[in-house]
């Protein structure tokens, strides 16, 4: 779940705990065109202010008139209920569902049963979990996700509810310089886990961001401890060669979705020249994202951070990137 639906979380809570009545709704189901995914979520307190969004304003509106035709929440354990919309082609076009889209939420009213501090101080400190909601008695569950797998986020089958929350993508970001500050600040808030690995004491004392795990290790060390799978990244940042290579030679033979390293493309050539010594096999070094990012123009930190989120981001949703957006193609074009 992002970090924006976390802010639906943690505002409804607060708002809980200022005793105000509050409603939380999940799109569980969308057909056609649609503005947001399953997953996300929408926060009403009972005077129609809100947080968070399912679609681009229509559809909030309604749930709004709903909830003051209704007056204030019921009993304290009202049950969760499935709310329709887009339905109809007139529907869909009344709520700004395109193409005959269809949505489907699910609405329950929130209270101390709601499991929100729990799952908030998961969330804070860096823990996936699981939360189920019982379609049928309103009751909730917290579960840890014990691995680093891939699936749906947001899974509902008429019976329950299950949403996962918290950081279930990671990062590792090699070097602890100045532009992985920029790419881990980016990468927290798309929700990864990020670990910035540099066994320099000069670049490691002072380095601090909240919610980045700083290590000491050496980096190649570091990746098989961290055993890679299909949900994580790793990003060579250094410059040096004693540091990217054999870290980048563990990680090409991962099930990293993503591995990249940042250089000229003449210093990326002359790294995959070494990683060949090493026996990393061409089809292997294929895989590696060198220069790192996409070719936006920039060149400043920020920047070049902004590049490289676009490509983790573009990678991670296994959606194509065109030779016009690679950094060799981009520059030939611009001459």
Not at 86 to 92: I, R
Not at 275 to 285: M, R
Request: charged share 20%; glycine share 10%.
């Amino acid at each position: 779940m992002h970090s924006v639906d976390r802010e639906v979380l943690e505002t409804a809570s607060r708002w809980l705990s200022q005793g105000r009545g509050v409603q939380l709704f999940t799109v569980v189901a969308t057909w056609g065109s649609s503005p947001r995914p399953p997953g996300a979520t929408l926060a009403i307190r009972d005077d129609g202010r809100l947080v968070g969004s399912v679609s681009g304003g229509c559809i909030e509106d309604d749930l709004i008139d709903r909830l003051q035709r209704s007056g204030p929440p019921g009993p304290l354990h009202e049950l969760p209920e499935l709310i329709e919309y887009g339905v109809s082609a007139d529907e869909a076009h009344r709520f700004g569902l395109p193409c005959g889209g269809t949505m489907r939420l699910v609405r329950e009213t929130l209270s101390s049963a709601s499991a929100l501090p729990g799952l908030i101080e998961a969330i804070c400190n860096g823990r996936a979990v699981h939360r189920t909601l019982n379609m049928a008695t309103g009751r909730v569950t917290l579960a840890p996700l014990a691995e680093h797998v891939d699936g749906d986020t947001c899974v509902f089958d008429g019976a329950s509810l299950v949403t996962t929350h918290g950081p279930t993508w990671r990062l590792l970001l090699i070097g602890a310089g100045q532009l992985t500050q920029y790419v881990a600040n980016i990468a927290l808030t798309l929700d990864y886990a990020v670990t910035v690995c540099d066994p320099r004491e000069e670049y490691r004392d002072g380095w601090h961001m909240p919610g980045v795990t700083l290590v000491r290790t050496m980096p190649d060390d570091t990746v098989i401890g961290m055993r890679p799978d299909a949900r994580m990244a790793v990003v060579a940042l250094t410059h040096d060669p004693k540091l990217d290579d054999l870290a980048l030679m563990e990680a090409l033979m991962s099930p990293a979705f993503y591995v990249g390293a940042i250089g000229s493309r003449r210093n990326n050539d002359k790294r995959r020249e070494r990683l060949q010594l090493f026996g990393v096999t061409q089809a292997a070094l294929a895989r590696l994202r060198g220069p790192v990012g996409l070719h936006l123009g920039g060149r400043t930190p920020p920047e070049i951070a902004v590049s490289i989120a676009a490509e983790l981001t573009a990678r991670r949703h296994r959606l194509p990137v065109t030779s016009l957006m690679d950094v060799q193609a981009g520059k030939a074009l611009a001459g």
